[in-house]
């Protein structure tokens, strides 16, 4: 059993950054791939990013590759995601999400999800 817990999202400019983090229960977080996941309003849900359990692979969504960048730290069972060149298309509540294998795009395929959070981008 995981429970995830995420923070950092808010309002910020067009253009700006924000860093989520998502801190994790449980001694065996280094064994679950990890993933952050977004839903607009009035929108279905969308992959952003992935991790393997080691951090060796990441995948990521066409619409953030070169802005965002995900990133874990497996000592302090957190996993990160550093958000960069915000656009009002970034407005979303992002999810955190695990799963015991490896690091898929795929949704349906994480257990475990936290409650989210808010990201607002003003343009």
């Known amino acids: 059993q995981v429970q995830l817990v995420e923070s950092g999202g808010g309002l910020v400019q067009a253009g700006g950054s924000l860093r989520l983090s998502c801190a994790a229960s449980?001694?065996?977080?280094?064994?679950?791939?990890m993933g952050w996941f977004r839903q607009a309003l009035g929108k279905e849900r969308e992959s952003v990013a992935v991790?393997?359990?080691?951090?060796?692979?990441?995948y990521y969504a066409d619409s953030v590759k070169g802005r965002f960048t995900i990133s874990r730290d497996n000592a302090k069972n957190t996993v990160y995601l550093q958000m960069k060149s915000l656009k009002p298309e970034d407005t979303a509540v992002y999810y955190c999400?695990?799963?015991?294998?490896?690091?898929?795009?795929?949704?349906?395929?994480?257990?475990?999800w936290g409650q989210g959070t808010q990201v607002t981008v003003s343009s």
């Open positions: 999400a695990a799963r015991d294998g490896g690091a898929t795009m795929r949704g349906d395929e994480y257990a475990y």
């Open positions: 449980g001694r065996t977080f280094s064994r679950y791939a």
């Open positions: 991790i393997s359990w080691s951090g060796a692979i990441t």
